[in-house]
């Protein structure tokens, strides 16, 4: 992408508050949800719709990914993002909503460290250091042994680790197919993934909750369509530092909709974490190297 390509950061940051508020609803239309459904069958019919929204695309892209040779890659993609959307509905329903936004904070720490153990990209002493602010952000948020660090949150720590994971395997694939190629077979691995679990524990959902499930659905794609948008109209270091207002409005949702304490230590935490993310993000700008840190919404829930 050229510079001229990213010369508007006003219209950058609009996409990116646009992406941040279509987040924030996703989290919480599910929070709002609860636990009426099986987290696995929540994230599966959530997954139906998005065949649904993909459908003219899955045969081209199926033929495309055939032609590459990248299957064992997708569907190890596939894997990890079947346990991650698992564990994020499953935290989703049991634990605040800042708290949930806040660790999922985290999913950058994990690509960076993902990209130089796997990927042999290099880790420098800053970028250590940025990554240490991060996990002491995330401890701030999680005070292991001053409060009880509930099943949701450990839920939310491993849906962090397993979309860093995700997005590792479509950084690989990358390489050989277009974003919408990616992210459309990603719909169908998934879904299929997800459907022999969500059969196991079905429970018959009613017209409301399909009816939330498809908002769901929708503000995840919309989401994705303004983040796309926010990369294309100005460079990370320009958008990265807005997703920081998502917890905000997370915050602020959580307090108004469903009466959670307003928690100065998950401000605290997610700021720091922020920082430490859009730390790496400008010295991969300062350096002229591509971009490895994706910013939270990168998870694609």
């Given at each position: 992408?050229?510079?001229?390509?990213?010369?508007?950061?006003?219209?950058?940051?609009?996409?990116?508050?646009?992406?941040?508020?279509?987040?924030?609803?996703?989290?919480?239309?599910?929070?709002?949800?609860?636990?009426?459904?099986?987290?696995?069958?929540?994230?599966?019919?959530?997954?139906?719709?998005?065949?649904?929204?993909?459908?003219p695309?899955?045969?081209p892209?199926?033929?495309?990914?055939?032609?590459?040779?990248?299957?064992?890659?997708?569907?190890?993609?596939?894997?990890?993002?079947?346990?991650?959307?698992?564990?994020?509905?499953?935290?989703?329903?049991?634990?605040?909503?800042?708290?949930?936004?806040?660790?999922?904070?985290?999913n950058?720490?994990?690509?960076?460290?993902?990209?130089?153990?796997?990927?042999?990209?290099?880790?420098?002493?800053?970028?250590?250091?940025?990554?240490?602010?991060?996990?002491?952000?995330?401890?701030?948020?999680?005070?292991?042994?001053?409060?009880?660090?509930?099943?949701?949150?450990?839920?939310?720590?491993?849906a962090?680790?397993?979309?860093?994971?995700?997005?590792?395997?479509?950084?690989?694939?990358?390489?050989?197919?277009?974003?919408?190629?990616i992210?459309?077979?990603?719909s169908?691995?998934?879904?299929?993934?997800?459907?022999?679990?969500?059969?196991?524990?079905?429970?018959?959902?009613?017209?409301?909750?399909?009816?939330?499930?498809?908002?769901?659905?929708?503000?995840?794609?919309?989401?994705?369509?303004?983040?796309?948008?926010?990369?294309?109209?100005?460079?990370?270091?320009?958008?990265?530092?807005?997703?920081?207002?998502?917890?905000?409005?997370?915050?602020?949702?959580?307090?108004?909709?469903?009466?959670?304490?307003?928690?100065?230590?998950?401000?605290a935490?997610?700021?720091?974490?922020?920082?430490?993310?859009?730390?790496?993000?400008?010295?991969?700008?300062?350096?002229?190297?591509?971009?490895?840190?994706?910013?939270?919404?990168?998870?694609?829930?």
């Amino acid at each position: 992408m050229t510079a001229v390509d990213q010369g508007r950061p006003v219209a950058g940051i609009l996409w990116m508050l646009a992406t941040g508020l279509s987040f924030v609803a996703v989290t919480g239309t599910v929070r709002h949800l609860g636990t009426g459904l099986p987290a696995v069958e929540a994230a599966f019919i959530r997954f139906v719709y998005g065949i649904f929204f993909f459908a003219p695309t899955l045969l081209p892209a199926f033929r495309r990914a055939q032609a590459a040779g990248v299957w064992p890659l997708v569907a190890g993609r596939g894997a990890f993002h079947v346990l991650a959307v698992s564990l994020w509905f499953f935290a989703m329903a049991r634990i605040p909503v800042a708290e949930v936004t806040a660790i999922g904070y985290l999913n950058p720490v994990v690509v960076t460290l993902g990209a130089a153990l796997f990927l042999g990209e290099r880790l420098a002493a800053r970028r250590l250091v940025a990554i240490g602010v991060a996990l002491v952000g995330a401890m701030i948020i999680l005070r292991p042994g001053v409060r009880e660090v509930s099943a949701g949150h450990i839920a939310q720590l491993g849906a962090a680790m397993c979309f860093g994971v995700s997005y590792l395997f479509a950084k690989r694939l990358s390489a050989s197919l277009s974003p919408a190629t990616i992210v459309a077979l990603m719909s169908l691995t998934v879904t299929l993934g997800l459907a022999p679990f969500a059969i196991a524990v079905w429970v018959w959902p009613s017209l409301e909750q399909l009816g939330w499930l498809g908002v769901v659905a929708a503000f995840a794609t919309l989401g994705h369509y303004t983040m796309a948008r926010a990369f294309a109209a100005a460079p990370l270091t320009v958008t990265q530092p807005v997703t920081f207002l998502q917890l905000v409005w997370a915050t602020a949702l959580g307090w108004f909709a469903f009466g959670e304490a307003v928690d100065p230590f998950v401000l605290a935490g997610g700021a720091l974490i922020i920082a430490a993310i859009s730390y790496m993000t400008w010295r991969e700008a300062q350096l002229k190297r591509r971009a490895v840190t994706p910013p939270p919404e990168a998870a694609n829930i």
